[in-house]
Nanobody
């Protein structure tokens, strides 16, 4: 089992930045790839970014490329999502998740956090 807890969400104006954190406990964090997903009201959950177990490979949804950066610190059992140039359409609940290998499909992810709200005002 891996327990994941997100933090760092909040309210920010368009063009601003936030950094989300995902603290992991339980099994070895470095044994899992990590992903971030978001879900806006009335919409399905969508892939945002993923990073490999070592942190050497990162993948992004087209909508966030060049604005968001995913990273991880295995020594701290923590993953991050740096979000810059935020837009109102980024407003959603953001979830971190862990999978055996890096993937964009949410069904590949075994463990999920409870989510953190990000609201971007125009």
């Amino acid at each position: 089992q891996v327990q994941l807890v997100e933090s760092g969400g909040g309210l920010v104006q368009a063009g601003g930045s936030l950094r989300l954190s995902c603290a992991a406990s339980g099994r070895t964090f470095s044994a899992y790839a990590m992903g971030w997903f978001h879900q806006a009201p009335g919409k399905e959950r969508e892939f945002v970014a993923a990073v490999s177990r070592s942190g050497g490979g990162a993948y992004y949804a087209d909508s966030v490329k060049g604005r968001f950066t995913i990273s991880r610190d295995n020594a701290k059992n923590t993953g991050y999502l740096q979000m810059n140039s935020l837009k109102p359409e980024d407003t959603a609940v953001y979830y971190c998740a862990a999978a055996l290998s890096v993937a964009q499909n949410e069904y590949e992810y075994r463990y999920w956090g409870q989510g953190t709200q990000v609201t971007v005002s125009s």
